[in-house]
């Protein structure tokens, strides 16, 4: 499936809160980043090796890099966090 996935950060690490990224196929790539080894993002490595929890937050199927760029762009991602908002996740 690909699209966007947002990953919430507990506790947050440093500044980060969120990490959000796009994949051709997003079960792939959250499989990769929570193995915390090469393939994974340097900031989840960091943040799992900090010992925070990542879940898996949310999930925008068949949406592009262009959308991924403007909700980076944007800024703010807790307001598109289901968690943050209290909400139920994926």
Partial sequence: ???????HFTPRYG?????????????RRC????SGYQRSSPLI?????AGCQL?????????DRNHERRLKNRGGLARQCPICKGEKTC
């Fill in 45 to 49: 490595r960091a943040a799992l090796q």
């Fill in 15 to 27: 500044h980060a809160g969120h990490y959000l990224g796009w994949s051709k196929d997003i079960d």
């Fill in 31 to 34: 499989k990769e980043h929570l």
């Fill in 55 to 63: 879940t898996l937050a949310r999930v925008w199927e068949g949406a």
């Fill in 1 to 7: 499936m690909e699209g966007l996935y947002l990953f």
